[in-house]
């Protein structure tokens, strides 16, 4: 792959301090990748020190919000690594978000190599205690400046990352709001897409929940609001009569790799997983009478997060009765949280702490010398005087 690497890069890596403390998504890495789409292709991928964009203000990103992400992070815990989890998963997401959003394929080369250079660039400043990570968003935008309601016909794909802590620094555990008034995503919507405007669309209910003393939206169906879906960030689980249950795909629920990657896990120690429909009213009964033991939420960023309570806008609030249950594991049958055992066990695959029986793990090849002198590998097409 061929990538114009700007003269500054060496000197902006040099001169970067990790602040203390970092934070998550707050601080960013010193550099960035950035690649247009024009005339029906890719063009060249450059590495540039992080910093503005220029567009113009009819740009069709600012007025039709023709935009998709991903989220993913990069592990060097004890200074192993760094390791990617499951990265081919983003990239196939990334794509089908692009589909759903009239936006164009981009190649697994282009955005694989570029997130490794990153990686590898920055990896220095990667933190290495466990929980932390160097998060990376890899997202696209359209550029056409033009203000017709149409598909633009140009894009650009900027990679950028942020060396961070965890995602909730305090241990405890989330207060869901159960929102019956506004809905995420709806059938034949964007909702399985990762799109901008599904967020967009849900912060008016991060504001109602925060007021009334919650920390999370739990959305619901959209034509009748009886069916539990997901939260704003994060899929849902909760544990029932010793079983996982999780809403299945249904089209409206982003498919998140925490998810698939803990059904996995879960159904290799035993542990039943039903991914079925569950209804809001079957959670609040079951926390009720206390067939409900445990609910958790899950994703890239967060991990795994226990969940203490479900609430309603008039204050009623629907606290779990927190049991132990029984699992298999290294051919034992044990007691305890399957919460608590799952982010363990997947904790310790995304950081190399654990071998890998999945083959989830891949490790960022080093490609520069400490000094960040020299990329070797790439095919350098030009340097960038900027
Ligand atoms: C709406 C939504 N649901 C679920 C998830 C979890 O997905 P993943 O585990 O792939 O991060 C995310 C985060 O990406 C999300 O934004």
């Known amino acids: 792959m061929k990538l114009k690497i700007d003269d500054r890069i060496e000197e902006v890596l040099k001169s ?14 010193p550099i960035m990748i950035t690649c247009d789409f024009k005339e029906g292709q890719w063009g060249v991928p450059s590495l540039l020190p992080y910093g503005p964009i220029q567009l113009n203000p009819t740009a069709k990103v600012f007025h039709y919000g023709q935009e998709i992400f991903e989220g993913m992070k990069a592990y060097r815990v004890s200074k192993k690594g760094p390791y990617l989890f499951r990265p081919l998963e983003n990239f196939k997401r990334f794509n089908l978000s692009a589909k759903r959003m009239a936006m164009p394929y981009i190649s697994e080369e282009i955005f694989m190599e570029t997130i490794k250079i990153l990686i590898d660039k920055v990896s220095p400043f990667i933190p290495d205690q466990s929980g932390d990570s160097l998060y990376i968003r890899p997202f696209m935008i359209s550029t056409e400046d033009h203000l017709g309601i149409a598909p633009s016909k140009e894009f650009k794909f900027i990679v950028v990352a942020s060396p961070s802590a965890s995602y909730f620094q305090q241990a405890k555990p989330l207060s869901v709001f159960i929102e019956r008034e506004y809905v995420r995503a709806v059938e034949g919507g964007t909702g399985q897409a990762k799109t901008g405007g599904n967020y967009a669309s849900g912060l008016v209910s991060s504001i109602k929940a925060e007021r009334l003393g919650y920390s999370q939206t739990l959305w619901l169906d959209a034509e009748k609001k009886e069916i539990c879906e997901e939260m704003s960030g994060m899929n849902l689980f909760i544990v029932k009569n010793g079983n996982l249950v999780t809403p299945a795909l249904t089209g409206t629920i982003l498919e998140g790799i925490t998810r698939s990657s803990l059904i996995r896990i879960a159904r290799d120690h035993n542990i039943e997983v039903q991914e079925r429909s569950l209804s809001l009213k079957e959670l609040i009964q079951g926390i009720k009478d206390g067939q409900i033991t445990e609910a958790f939420a899950c994703g890239t960023a967060v991990i795994l997060k ?19 249950s029984e699992y298999n594991y290294q051919g034992k049958r044990v007691r305890g949280q399957i919460g608590a055992f799952l982010k363990e066990v997947l904790l310790n695959l995304q950081e190399g702490q654990l071998e890998d029986p999945y083959g989830w793990r891949v490790k960022v090849p080093s490609s520069v010398d400490t000094d960040h002198k020299i990329i070797k590998n790439y095919d350098q097409e030009a340097s960038l005087n900027c």
């Open 16 to 29: 970067f301090k990790l602040p203390d403390p970092i934070g998550f998504g707050t601080t960013l890495a």
């Open 306 to 324: 226990s969940i203490a309570s479900f609430g309603e806008e008039d204050g009623t609030v629907y606290k779990i009765q927190s049991k132990e």
